[in-house]
T-cell receptor, first 112, second 115 residues
Framework: DQQVKQNSPSLSVQEGRISILNCDYT??????FLWYKKYPAEGPTFLIS?????DKNEDGRFTVFLNKSAKHLSLHIVPSQPGDSAVYFC???????????FGIGTKLQVIP | DGGITQSPKYLFRKEGQNVTLSCEQN?????MYWYRQDPGQGLRLIYY???????QKGDIAEGYSVSREKKESFPLTVTSAQKNPTAFYLC??????????????FGPGTRLTVL
């Protein structure tokens, strides 16, 4: 049962343009949603989070939007840079603790 | 430097052998986790520990065992009962709280290949 779904396995964007990564979830008990970024052969690094009571959180070039009625969240990267090329994992936290369920990831390629 | 160390980076074992993956952190985090990554599967939680001498099964604990005798260390043993042990294994740690999300810090991972 995939509680967090990232339906786009890959995405290519021109440098300077906006990257939009999408994520859907089924577990209504998630209280936080997270985005992690991962380079090959490395561990993921935390990017940004959003509480389930918010609809937007922004950190520099990264903005996460949450639509609870649609059970959908998205990560916007503006402007996209070649160094943003990586796999992005969407995840949800539930149980009031740090247990996290990850999606399968979306590979972003930013073309110079 | 504070961080998480996983060793070795690459590990090869013969089928039927148990193998232990090391994970050490000096971030003074209470919570530690083990994940497995397979192609097209994302990260799946194997075991997690909220505090020393306590740990819980994650979503795919069968064929694995852990111990948490020290705050800094959370070794994972892949036993011969694990049907498909070849994978990329990631260890993580975080502060432990029931409030706002505390990010998990990941180690560089260990790629285990069972021949």
């Amino acid at each position: 049962d995939q509680q967090v779904k990232q339906n786009s396995p890959s995405l290519s964007v021109q440098e300077g343009r906006i990257s939009i990564l999408n994520c859907d979830y089924t577990n209504s008990m998630f209280d936080y949603f997270l985005w992690y970024k991962k380079y090959p052969a490395e561990g993921p690094t935390f990017l940004i989070s959003i509480s389930s009571i918010k609809d937007k959180n922004e950190d520099g070039r990264f903005t996460v939007f949450l639509n609870k009625s649609a059970k959908h969240l998205s990560l916007h990267i503006v402007p996209s840079q070649p160094g943003d090329s990586a796999v992005y994992f969407c995840a949800g936290r539930w149980g009031g603790y740090q247990k996290v369920t990850f999606g399968i990831g979306t590979k972003l390629q930013v073309i110079p | 430097d504070g961080g998480i160390t996983q060793s070795p980076k690459y590990l090869f074992r013969k089928e039927g052998q148990n193998v232990t993956l090391s994970c050490e952190q000096n971030l003074n985090h209470d919570a530690m986790y083990w994940y497995r990554q397979d192609p097209g599967q994302g990260l799946r939680l194997i075991y997690y520990s909220q505090i020393v001498n306590d740990f819980q099964k994650g979503d795919i604990a069968e064929g694995y065992s852990v111990s948490r005798e020290k705050k800094e260390s959370f070794p994972l043993t892949v036993t011969s009962a694990q049907k498909n042990p070849t994978a990329f294994y990631l260890c993580a740690s975080s502060s432990s709280s029931g409030g706002a999300y505390n990010e998990q810090f990941f180690g560089p991972g260990t790629r285990l290949t069972v021949l």
